[in-house]
């Protein structure tokens, strides 16, 4: 069996920064797509690229209309792929939507979406996740502080950062109602966190982050390098970021839902391998192990 490398050591006895081993951008230049020039500059940068409207109003309009179904719908619920609050027992997520959902399936392949995609990592995708996120007011909890890739890198097997997270919103995001909030810049350094993964951590990471979550000393320290950015916008709006940008959301305590469709792009040339800090895989409906092309 083959031997990857580990470039991103995590879950150790102690937490450790290690510089960013990969491009950002992995497209070239004239790399056709969707995203202009500047824009992909701006990726590059901040790790990050927000849509005002990347979804018409009227495609709002369905794909709101397919999350309600989908989690008003008692076999949705009773299936695995559905997380459900702790404390209202409302579903928070559910995963494999492009899998359930051939209404969420279409727009996973329209090519405003895979085609920016294909465009910033430079490569066919495939979807490592996808997922519905409701969020609903009244006390929808927040994610705490962390990467994507940390987990996506010691539970599910990624060798390297070539892997891209859009955030379409289903509703609108307002500056109150847990918002997505990233540290532009975060992405060019890899933090690998301290403490060893439990086996079937992700029962629990997937309702409240812990395994794979950094210090309040690492985490005060970028945000006062980096800043924070808050992402507001109207339903249709989107946020594109890198695999490895430090980000969280708030709990939502007001009346108004914060709704989103979540699509993990990871390109065909970075397949996962074994998992590196964790003693089995997750399961196929949180990280994918097939590797098809989005056609």
Not at 150 to 174: C, F
Request: net charge negative; with cysteine; proline share 6%.
């Amino acid at each position: 069996m083959t031997t990857v490398t580990d470039l991103y050591p995590s879950r150790g006895a102690t937490e450790v920064a290690t510089p960013r081993q990969d491009p950002v951008v992995w497209g070239s230049p004239d790399t056709p797509g969707p995203i202009a020039a500047g824009d992909l500059q701006s990726f590059e940068r901040d790790g990050f690229l927000a849509i005002d409207q990347l979804i018409t109003e009227d495609e709002v309009a369905v794909y709101a209309q397919e999350l309600e179904r989908l989690v008003t719908d008692p076999a949705i619920r009773a299936d695995e792929r559905s997380i459900i609050e702790p404390k209202s027992k409302e579903i928070r997520s559910v995963f494999e939507v492009h899998r359930i959902s051939e209404v969420f399936a279409a727009l996973v392949r329209d090519e405003r979406v895979v085609g920016r995609a294909r465009q910033i990592l430079g490569s066919d995708v495939y979807v490592h996740q996808s997922r519905i996120n409701v969020k609903p007011g009244f006390g929808a909890s927040g994610f705490y502080w962390h990467s994507d890739f940390e987990t996506w890198h010691a539970e599910d097997g990624l060798p390297n950062m070539r892997t891209v997270s859009v955030s379409i919103a289903l509703t609108e995001n307002y500056d109150t109602n847990g918002g997505l909030m990233i540290m532009p810049g975060s992405h060019r350094t890899f933090l690998g966190c301290a403490g060893a993964t439990p086996k079937d951590n992700y029962k629990k990471s997937l309702q409240m982050q812990d395994a794979g979550t950094p210090s309040d000393e690492a985490l005060t320290k970028m945000a006062s390098e980096y800043g924070i950015k808050l992402f507001t916008g109207k339903a249709g709006s989107a946020t594109w970021f890198d695999c490895n940008c430090m980000h969280g959301s708030g709990d939502n305590i007001t009346p108004f839902p914060r709704s989103n469709v979540f699509i993990v792009f990871n390109s065909v040339e970075n397949a996962a391998v074994e998992p590196f800090a964790a003693p089995v895989r997750r399961p196929e409906f949180i990280g994918a192990r097939d590797f098809t092309p989005v056609k």
